[in-house]
């Protein structure tokens, strides 16, 4: 719009929100700024018909004004705007924001001209503004000083309001202002207000605070004349942020002569108070302790240290040795151990190393006539693994040191084997009618070290095996049969044991049960025998009292389900990882809990081959196959339904995905046992000819192994000796978890057993902290 057009236009009787009229006004205002007569003519008409807030709010807009400082030398402000009285708290308020921003000599001799601080809504800006005006600590309006106002702007030396703001400080007696603006000092690394600091001999009012200042500003002799021992500054660094601590151990460093240990981990100095320092607090020391040589302050805070710092942390030593035995001992273990970082990485994360087998046996190398594995069975003790071989053999592979303990041979292909004990298997033997046609009688033979004999079903022609599991009892056991085709023939549960005759116990027979299965209880004392249709649970004491469960009908198609028992779960799941739960169920007759093992979303191709409770783990254990790649499941208690306060030993935090176990070769049906402790996976069918062995325990140790040795707890130390035991552990991981359990026994060796409280031990840390000085 042109200028003389806008002239006119601001005449019109327009409406007060006339877009017209803003844009007449927006080209006179920009006009007027350029020194235009007639356009500074029609601004001074428009203060007096629109109102110099109108006028003034529309000229402060960037787009008409420009922006500062440069807006303020404009003509149009010094010829309207020179007197105070026609100039509205709009154009005040953008003034001082601007000067205070950037200090310009044009815009400040225009703030003296009109002598008015800025408007109450804007309570700091107002501060300032009479500051800069020159009132005293107190304001005309009566108003405190802005403590933090007054100490931010005194830490401006590149700005007039600051040399007023400090003036201020000195006179006002606000301690909170001095405070702030010490902060300010050490915070913002400011030399400038670090010397007016030391000049006016200003520093914060609280003690820690002030030894604190006193160290960072580099006042060596008053920070030492005020905290000798070092407790002040101790007191404050716990509780700093990150940042602040970061810059307390330069200070420190600077200074020399603190105890640092001391300042860090807190007066008391117990393990977990140093143990809990974080990883560049720990580098902090280690550098610190190594420079200064300081090998007997170094040495019991290594082995507090995490595993893999604490074994390359010792390499730092040199020549020197600690003097006690247990800890030359202990230093020699650490010494000898080598890097361990990945293979307690490894066994933080779970990968890599449970991308492959931590075992895996060959059957050909243990005897030529093992061709493969059809069946897996642990050892009561978990120390032996039975295997049935198509290869018309049985044997037992001692776990300790993977060779065969026994040999078995038979003239009939073998389906199912149990191991009763040491040198003890059931074994299932399938037989032919004389034309081979159709299934003949199996037999059913008890192995031991004595010699073989074949048992007896009774008057009962058992065609097919689907299960034999031993029991709770002296060689005792379970065989589920089938009389004539295993699609449609007659079910029974025998039980049988080394010196009597097999028994139906009455707990299920019927015809047309394709998909039949049973489970134990971890004691081997609860059974379950169920198909997609039923679910019977028997006590094996009194198999006759068997008992239905409710809404025991699963999804129609279903196939053979998958089971296992915990001591107070059932757990039925199909092949597409849905899950029936029944708690307590002998004795309960509620509804079962419905749940899915894994998101069925983008996973419809996985598929359950396997259930097992384990009690090492405390958690339900599931199989998945999807495509060929295997994994093991932990779901959490509540992801079945189960409210639970304690979810064992492994949080589900540690294992929130599924744990790779390797691929089976295409066409390959892998099967799966655990061991009666629950810490040994065994798998067949993965690999012809292979068995396939993991150590379950290991996950026990996942959430503590990476963490300092100082917060593990003795319980932790349970859980490592625990992993030892087991007998699949290969060597590396053996070796990193031998050498934290010497530095554990080394850590609790003076901690005392008071005696046991309803199972729970007591124990009380013995006197063994890290010395402090002084």
């Known amino acids: 719009m042109r200028i003389r ?22 080209t006179v205002l920009r006009a007027a700024d350029s020194g235009a007569p007639v356009a500074l003519r029609a601004a001074a008409r428009a203060l007096k018909s629109l109102g110099p807030k109108t006028v003034w709010q529309t000229w402060l807009e960037p787009t008409v004004s420009g922006v500062p400082p440069q807006r303020w030398t404009s003509p149009l402000v010094a010829e309207l705007a020179s007197g ?60 405190a000083v802005d403590a933090l106002s007054l100490a931010r702007a005194s830490a401006r030396f590149d700005h007039p309001i600051g040399e007023r703001a400090r003036e201020t400080l000195l006179t006002c007696d606000d301690s909170r202002a001095v405070d702030l603006f010490c902060a300010t000092a050490v915070d913002a690394d400011a030399p400038h207000a670090v010397e007016f600091c030391r000049t006016h001999h200003l520093a914060p009012a609280d003690p820690a605070e002030r030894a604190v200042f006193f160290l960072r500003t580099g006042q060596h002799e008053q920070y030492r004349a005020m905290d000798p021992d070092g407790a002040l500054l101790a007191a404050h660094y716990r509780d700093a942020p990150s940042e602040e601590r970061s810059a307390l151990r330069e200070a420190m460093t ?54 893999a710092d604490a074994a390359r942390v ?62 897996l069975d642990f050892a009561p003790d978990g120390r032996g693994l039975a295997f049935a071989s198509p290869g018309k053999c049985a044997g037992i592979v001692d776990l300790d040191s993977n060779t065969l303990s026994r040999l078995y041979h038979f003239t009939g292909s073998l389906t199912r084997i149990a191991q009763l004990g040491p040198d003890t298997v059931v074994v299932a033997e399938s037989g032919r009618d004389r034309g081979g046609r159709r299934p003949g009688s199996t037999r059913l033979h008890f192995c031991d070290s004595q010699g ?136 309960s007759r509620k509804a079962p809990v419905s749940k899915r093992l894994w998101q069925h979303q983008h996973q419809e191709d996985r598929r359950l081959i396997g259930l097992s409770w384990s009690p090492a783990l405390e958690r339900l254990l599931a199989l998945s196959q999807r495509g060929p790649a295997i994994a093991l499941h932990l779901p959490r208690l509540k992801v079945l339904g189960i409210p639970a306060s304690d979810d064992g030993p492994v949080p589900g935090t540690r294992v929130p995905k599924p744990i790779p ?114």
């Not at 020391?285 to 995490?306: K, S």
Request: overall charge neutral; glycine content about 10%.
């Open 661 to 774: 176990l390797g691929r089976a070769v295409p066409g390959a049906r892998p099967f799966m046992r655990l061991s009666p402790q629950g810490d040994v996976l065994a798998m067949g069918g993965v690999l012809p000819g292979h068995i396939d062995l993991y150590a379950l325990s290991l996950l026990t140790v996942r959430p503590f192994i990476g963490k300092p040795m100082g917060l593990m707890r003795h319980k932790d130390l349970t859980a490592v000796v625990t992993a030892l035991e087991n007998p699949v552990l290969n060597k590396e991981s053996r070796t990193t978890l031998t050498l934290l359990r010497t530095c554990l026994e080394h850590r609790f060796r003076h901690d005392v057993l008071l005696g046991d409280t309803q199972g729970t031990a007591v124990v009380v840390a013995g006197d063994h902290e890290i010395a402090l000085g002084g």
């Open 254 to 307: 600077r200074l020399g002569g603190i105890d640092i240990l001391r300042v860090l981990a807190g007066q008391r100095g117990r393990d977990r108070d140093v143990a809990s320092l974080n990883h560049k607090e720990r580098a902090y020391l280690i550098g610190q302790f190594t420079r200064q040589r300081d090998w007997d302050q170094l040495w019991p805070f290594t082995v507090l240290l995490p595993l």
């Open 452 to 587: 073989r004999q074949t048992l007896s079903f009774g008057a009962t022609r058992v065609a097919h095996v689907r299960q034999l599991r031993r029991t709770a009892g002296d060689r005792c056991f379970i065989v589920l049969s089938a009389q004539g085709r295993a699609e449609d023939g007659e079910w029974t549960l025998f039980t049988g044991a080394a010196d009597g005759p097999l028994v139906d116990t009455g707990v299920f027979s019927g015809r047309n049960h394709p998909g039949l299965t049973a489970t134990l209880d971890p004691e081997g004392r609860i059974v379950a025998v169920l198909d997609e249709r039923t679910a019977r649970v028997a006590d094996l004491a009194d198999p006759t009292a068997a008992a239905t469960l409710r809404n025991s009908t699963a999804a129609a198609g279903d196939g053979m389900p998958h089971a296992a028992m915990s001591p107070s779960l059932l757990v039925r799941g199909n092949r597409h990882g849905r899950v029936q739960v029944w708690r307590e169920p002998l004795t």
């Open 5 to 26: 057009i806008a002239v006119v236009v601001l005449r019109l009787p327009l409406g007060r929100h006339s877009r017209w009229r803003h844009r007449a006004l927006e």
């Open 314 to 375: 010792v390499h730092a030593f040199g020549d020197w040795r600690p003097s006690g035995a247990d800890d030359r001992r202990v230093f020699e273990a650490l010494l000898a151990a080598g890097p361990v970082t990945k293979q307690v990485k490894a066994l933080s994360t779970g990968s890599p190393a449970w991308e492959t087998p931590h075992t895996r046996i060959a059957l050909r190398d243990l005897d030529e006539r093992a061709t493969d594995a059809v069946d």
């Open 84 to 143: 105070s009285t026609t100039v509205p708290d709009v154009l005040v308020d953008a003034a001082w924001t601007d000067w205070l921003y950037e200090h310009h000599a044009e815009l400040w001799s225009l703030l003296r001209g009109w002598n008015r601080a800025a408007t109450m809504s804007y309570p700091q800006l107002r501060f300032l503004s009479r500051l800069a005006l020159g009132d005293d600590c107190e304001t005309s309006g009566g108003e």
